[in-house]
């Protein structure tokens, strides 16, 4: 649980603008970092768990030509890969991906969750997969990239922003432009808005806050690609580059990085201050397992406040410990889908639920909390 006494001893206002939690890298940052992370070990600020029986160095790098040139602010940007081995946990998706590690509260208030992301025409995504991008754990808000899985057509470029399920923004992804986003969210007003640019641009609001079913547990937010299967293989290498990972508290800083080239000189002090927070946090106390315990009550809250035994229909082809999870008593209001009224509809509710069920880390945490105790 988030302690009340954090809570109590920062309030909101006196957090205006300053960095929760940074996921910056310095020039000391190696990959070999991202391995000392683990159950009884949880250094921030970074959770790795979620990729396949690879090494790590097969799917995260870290180089100063992975960054956006234009963000001065961190040293480093990181490569996050899938391939023809990224299967966690025995599931059919690809997945890579990082998971803020941090004592900070990251769900509630209004807060801004940073990121900028870049691929390259070397080990492109793949358009004909269904990409699941920077997503909380129950898909409040997310990107998206490729075929959305079940739909026509064998290829869509498109990358698009979503909230409830629904595309509210969206670009044709073009290798080599870097994408910056800030995730707008409102945690207490239950709204989600996205503000983006390219390159050097500073951030612009290009999505106003819409409703959403906003929660965090400050462990959920994942930093990465999942890609659906689409009903067929496809063991090709994809990377995606990503910096400026950093969460702040309203008001949104717009420049990106240092701003080196288009922004005022005002933009270094607060991103500044991310990458000093990051170094004065990290490595701090190993034991904050209470924070992967609260997991499941988000969990159980989106499968069981939608459509029930749709949920029970689709959880029967997942593992287990799915099943028994997703029938532990959901809190109340997590998730409010809108009432699915067409077939389509439903059928995207179905999808839904069950990416947000199969791709939930829960199975992993119950057992490895039972290993090591
Ligand atoms: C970034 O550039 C693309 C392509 O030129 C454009 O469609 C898009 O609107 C731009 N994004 C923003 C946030 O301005
Ligand atoms: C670089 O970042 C790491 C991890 O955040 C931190 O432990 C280290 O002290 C930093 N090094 C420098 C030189 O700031």
């Not at 602010?73 to 299967?87: E, K, L, M, P, Y």
């Not at 808000?141 to 909230?163: C, F, I, K, P, V």
């Not at 270094?268 to 904050?288: E, F, G, I, L």
């Not at 839904?352 to 057992?367: D, E, I, N, W």
Request: zero cysteines.
């Amino acid at each position: 649980m988030k302690s009340f006494a954090s809570l109590l001893a920062f309030p909101a206002s006196s957090l205006a603008g300053t960095v929760l939690w940074s996921g910056i890298f310095n020039s000391s940052a190696t990959v070999e970092d991202f391995d000392d992370w683990s159950w009884s070990n949880q250094i921030e600020p970074w959770q790795w768990y979620i990729h396949g029986t690879g090494k790590t160095s097969d799917y995260l790098g870290l180089s100063t030509d992975f960054k956006n040139p234009a963000d001065t602010s961190d040293a480093q940007g990181v490569r996050i890969s899938i391939d023809g081995t990224s299967f966690w946990n025995g599931q059919t998706m690809e997945r890579s991906e990082l998971i803020p590690q941090t004592k900070a509260d990251l769900g509630s208030g209004h807060l801004y969750y940073h990121f900028s992301l870049s691929t390259k025409t070397t080990n492109a995504p793949d358009a004909s997969f269904e990409h699941q991008i920077a997503f909380f754990e129950s898909h409040f808000t997310e990107l998206q990239y490729g075929l959305a899985s079940g739909a026509s057509g064998s290829s869509d470029n498109t990358l698009r922003w979503n909230a409830g399920g629904q595309t509210h923004w969206s670009v044709q992804l073009e290798a080599g432009n870097w994408y910056n986003f800030a995730y707008d969210i409102d945690f207490d007003a239950k709204t989600v808005g996205l503000w983006a640019s390219n390159g050097s641009d500073p951030l612009t609001q290009v999505v106003a806050p819409v409703s959403a079913s906003t929660s965090s547990n400050s462990a959920d937010w994942h930093v990465g690609e999942l890609r659906l299967p689409n009903g067929g293989p496809n063991d090709a290498v994809e990377d995606w580059f990503w910096s400026g990972i950093y969460v702040e508290e309203a008001p949104i800083t717009k420049e990106i990085g240092s701003g080196s080239s288009s922004s005022s000189s005002s933009s270094s002090s607060s991103v500044s201050s991310a990458s000093s927070s990051a170094s004065s946090t990290a490595h701090t106390s190993a034991a904050q397992t209470v924070i992967s315990t609260a997991e499941p009550l988000i969990v159980s809250a989106v499968a069981t406040s939608s459509a029930s035994s749709t949920v029970a229909a689709v959880t029967s082809t997942v593992s287990p410990s799915v099943n028994t999870e997703a029938a532990t008593p959901a809190t109340s209001s997590s998730v409010a889908l809108a009432t699915p009224t067409t077939a389509t509809e439903i059928l995207d509710d179905i999808r839904a639920l069950f990416s947000a069920l199969v791709s939930r880390p829960t199975g992993v945490h119950a057992r490895d909390f039972a290993r090591r105790e």
